[in-house]
């Protein structure tokens, strides 16, 4: 698998990441350890986890897993979520909740450090330049490598980024991590600009829209299916209205003329657009994960990536 940089970094990373929401709620430790292997093997280096996944159970999950791997051979990147739902402030990026997460997450994990950590979302409530004061004592700490965001708008990547460069002792930010796919093309406007201009890798969540681009709801609700499951419904429901049934049309039309799944398609795609350093693939199953990481084999044309685009415009 190819490596890339992350943004402005010497860090090298798969082009293709591990995600790992469904760790420890879904996936349980023996497939989790196939899924590992798997993507080792198609040599993917990048996994993405956050201490809010399964209720920190992600995190402990790939933690035991990673006991059977040799560190050297993984990127591990993690979130510090800070949700506080239950006192009323949805996030908490203050220094003191952010360095309590951090040692939290590293005893989940069972490592003495991870190599990206990053800021699930924006906290209106603690000023950016706390957040970010918190990050650079991660590092200096050696209980982080890398430093980025997740989920920040235009204004708020640029406000962070600009921030932390400020000042030559600080760390400069690696990465933001955004929902990019055909469905979700709004990052565009404003994100992307912003991130290039800070020399940000973009690592893409739910580049497959939410599971709607591999086609699976063409003909409807399969009930083993998120859209099927009173939890999980509304994260795919948006998807799946009229407006976006062409896009996925013009994906299995794409994935029909080369003899792939349509997955394939739309994370090629993802892939390669400009500023992207990998899209972040996760699955319930190895044969899910094995499904995708096809992708690495697909290369689309001029003509279908303007057809695409066209399409999801």
Request: with cysteine.
């Amino acid at each position: 698998m190819e490596q890339r940089l992350l943004g402005g970094t010497g860090l090298a990373v798969s082009r293709l990441a591990l995600g790992t929401w469904t760790w420890g709620q879904e996936t349980d430790v023996e497939d989790a350890a196939g899924q590992l292997k798997a993507f080792l093997a198609a040599g993917g280096t990048l996994v993405d986890t956050a201490d809010v996944y399964a209720g920190g159970n992600s995190e402990r999950v790939l933690g035991r897993v990673l006991r059977e791997i040799p560190r050297d051979e993984v990127v591990i990147a993690t979130k510090a979520s800070g949700r506080l739902a239950e006192t009323g402030r949805e996030f908490d990026a203050s220094r003191r909740h952010l360095l309590f997460a951090l040692d939290a997450s590293l005893r989940r994990l069972g490592l003495d450090h991870v190599d990206l950590w990053q800021l699930h979302a924006w906290d209106s409530s603690t000023p950016i330049q706390e957040s970010l004061a918190a990050m650079d004592t991660a590092v200096a700490s050696g209980r982080t490598q890398y430093i980025g965001i997740s989920n920040y708008s235009g204004w708020q990547t640029a406000t962070a980024a600009t921030w932390q460069r400020a000042w030559p002792t600080r760390t400069p930010l690696a990465s933001t991590q955004v929902e990019y796919s055909l469905l979700a093309r709004g990052v565009e406007a404003e994100i992307l600009p912003a991130a290039a201009a800070s020399s940000l890798g973009v690592l893409c969540w739910s580049p497959l829209g939410r599971g709607v681009l591999t086609g699976k709801y063409t003909d409807g609700i399969p009930p083993d299916s998120r859209a099927a499951s009173p939890r999980r419904s509304g994260f795919v429901r948006p998807y799946l209205g009229d407006r976006h049934r062409g896009v996925v049309d013009a994906v299995s039309a794409a994935a029909a003329e080369l003899g792939v799944v349509p997955a394939a398609v739309a994370l090629a795609w993802v892939r390669d657009r400009p500023g992207v350093t990998a899209p972040v693939v996760g699955a319930r199953t190895l044969d899910q994960l094995q499904v995708t990481l096809t992708a690495e084999r697909v290369t689309l044309s001029a003509e279908i990536r303007a057809a695409l685009d066209e399409a999801s415009a």
